[in-house]
């Protein structure tokens, strides 16, 4: 397995016409675990749709590469082949669709045709994980998310990556919605992935889950971009003083922190 490296560069994104990311930069590489914290409505799940390919959202200028691969000529499923994962802020429900069987495709649609994982390989595998997740085996046979509390799609998100074993993976609001127990959990599932094979984006509005995943960067993002950089220091600052120093330090007037005002 090579190191990943993700490349943003300059990033220009788009919604119906409106221009939300106003020239993103960022390098995640493998073994590193970034931070995005920034208020409400500044582009960051913009950042993450943009990057998955939602075709909502339109690139309108810069660059992006995954290991100096064009990641936007990319279909949304060459990306997650490419090792790219996104756990979304708001998980949708597939009814009709077991979270086994999504699991299964998943993995298989990323492994090709021919190299299909045995399915006593896929259930000793989903075992593990779900044991590491502290997960009742009933969540294997429900129908994807349906019904799930708001902390239980998180925990599933994470399953997801385990079981994909992505190369970069960006964990949009993994922590929100979680209690102290199930923070602890999906930690150890994010932290049980760390290795050079292994790049995290996590965007979060609270130091509390920086506490378990240790951050090497943190990122403050407003007005479309990262408009400073720090290391996990930073975080704890956000965390007690909120934003208004950083707009004060930079200049930015207040309700310029939301692009769409
Ligand atoms: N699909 C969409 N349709 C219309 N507007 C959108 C869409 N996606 C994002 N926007 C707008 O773009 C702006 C940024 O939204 P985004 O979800 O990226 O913010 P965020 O930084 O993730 O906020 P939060 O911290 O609340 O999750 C918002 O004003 C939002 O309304
Ligand atoms: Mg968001």
Redesign the pocket.
Same mark, same amino acid.
């Given at each position: 397995m090579s190191v990943p490296k993700l490349t943003i560069k300059d990033l220009h994104v788009a919604?119906?016409g409106k221009e939300?990311l106003k020239g993103v930069n960022l390098e995640v590489k493998g073994g590193e675990i970034h931070a995005i914290m920034?208020p409400? /409505? *500044? /582009?960051?799940? *913009?950042l993450a749709s943009a990057l998955m390919g939602h075709p909502?959202y339109e690139v309108t200028s810069g660059t992006v590469t995954l290991d100096d691969q064009d990641l936007l000529e990319m279909a949304v499923d060459e990306r997650a082949r490419a090792g790219l994962f996104l756990a979304m802020?708001y998980p949708s429900e597939i009814s009709g669709v077991t979270n086994s069987d999504f699991l299964r495709s998943a993995i298989n649609a990323k492994r090709g045709e021919g190299n299909e994982i045995s399915l006593m390989k896929f259930i000793r595998e989903l075992d593990k994980k779900m044991e590491l997740l502290e997960m009742d085996e009933s969540f294997a046979t429900r129908y994807l998310n349906e019904g799930f509390s708001g902390g239980e799609k998180k925990r599933n998100e994470i399953l997801q990556m385990l079981m994909l074993q992505p190369r970069i993976a960006i964990l949009d609001?993994i922590d929100s919605g979680l209690d102290i127990d199930a923070l602890k959990v999906v930690a150890k599932g994010v932290n049980s992935m760390r290795s050079p094979e292994f790049g995290c984006l996590i965007i979060t509005?609270y130091q509390r889950l920086l506490n378990y995943i240790k951050p090497d960067f943190v990122h403050v993002?407003m007005q479309g971009r990262i408009v400073k950089s720090g290391g996990p220091e930073l975080a704890e600052r956000l965390e007690a003083e909120g934003y208004d120093w950083v707009k004060e330090e930079l200049g930015i007037e207040d309700e310029a922190a939301?692009? *769409?005002a």
């Open positions: 919604v119906e939300i920034g409400n /409505g *500044t /582009g960051k799940s *913009t909502k802020q609001e509005h993002f939301n692009p *769409t």
